[in-house]
């Protein structure tokens, strides 16, 4: 199937999900589950096809700012499917449906130099699939970081707004907030032992600087977790320490991304 195919498909899966879930958030439709499901999988699996054709190559894998950035979209939508069956996030499908629509988008439109990972290096891809997890899972934390600031801010001053009717109360906001956190923690401890080992020169691969703002990422979160069981941090404080380590985490993988690729034009 041909890669425009694949793309239109797929935005006009992502479309009608974020038309129906923005239609159940405003009342006008009840949420059904199993409809939910459906067109996410079926988005899902246009969109993974539309990797298969863009960022698999003979030599391996193309890991550029766009093309991994389609990756990454995927993912945080076949984790935020999974949630959905047992926990209350549809509310984050508003956020995320448009956010692939809009990394396949400019997948498309846009072209810069080529970043080939062979498909023989298993551990830099084993490196970069946990990678890739961690800044997905941190994804998702921060949507629902800002869900959860404003429905703070909402509650405290009175405000039956729809944002208020239709999320979750507020502690199980926060305790979807800190599960998200959690895991992608582990995820990013393992992306930093893994290319530890398998990165052979952090400064001849532009990779310091990375390196470094993943790190100080952990420490944020960590922080956060610590201040969690110890202070009881949580609302509007909780948030904000997520926010903070996700643009941190978001400036170590595009930020440097996005000089060395598309500012200086450097492929590999």
């Known amino acids: 199937m041909g890669t425009l195919i694949l793309a239109v498909t797929s935005l006009f899966l992502y479309s009608v999900g974020t038309a129906l879930q923005a239609l159940h958030f405003r009342g006008r439709v009840q949420s059904n589950l199993a409809i939910t499901t459906l067109i996410g999988v079926l988005a899902l699996t246009s969109h993974g096809l539309l990797i298969a054709q863009t960022v698999h ?46 990394t396949i988008i400019l997948a498309l439109i846009t072209h810069g130099p080529s970043i080939l990972v062979s498909d023989q290096s298993y551990g830099m891809l084993s490196h970069i699939a946990l990678s890739v997890t961690a800044y997905s899972l941190f994804t998702l934390a921060a949507i ?5 600031y404003f429905q703070n801010r909402q509650l405290k001053h009175n405000y039956n707004s729809l944002l208020v009717r239709n999320l979750p109360p507020l502690q199980t906001m926060e305790s979807l907030l800190f599960e998200m956190v959690w895991a992608g923690v582990v995820m990013l401890i393992l992306a930093i032992v893994t290319g530890a080992l398998f990165i052979e020169d952090l400064f001849a691969q532009n990779l310091a600087h990375k390196t470094l703002f993943s790190i100080l990422s ?12 110890t202070k009881g941090w949580r609302g509007i404080t909780a948030s904000r320490w997520t926010l903070a380590g996700s643009a941190l985490l978001m400036l170590a993988f595009y930020g440097s991304k996005f000089v060395l690729e598309l500012i200086f034009q450097r492929g590999g």
């Open 144 to 148: 629902q970081a800002v869900l959860l």
């Open 57 to 102: 190559h003979d030599d391996g894998f193309d890991f550029s700012f766009f093309k991994s950035s389609v990756l990454i979209s995927w993912l945080i939508v076949f984790l935020l499917l999974g949630l959905n069956l047992k926990k209350p996030v549809q509310s984050l499908f508003l956020g995320v449906y448009p956010l692939a629509g809009l």
């Open 218 to 229: 952990l420490l944020v979160f960590v922080a956060l977790l610590i201040g969690r069981y």
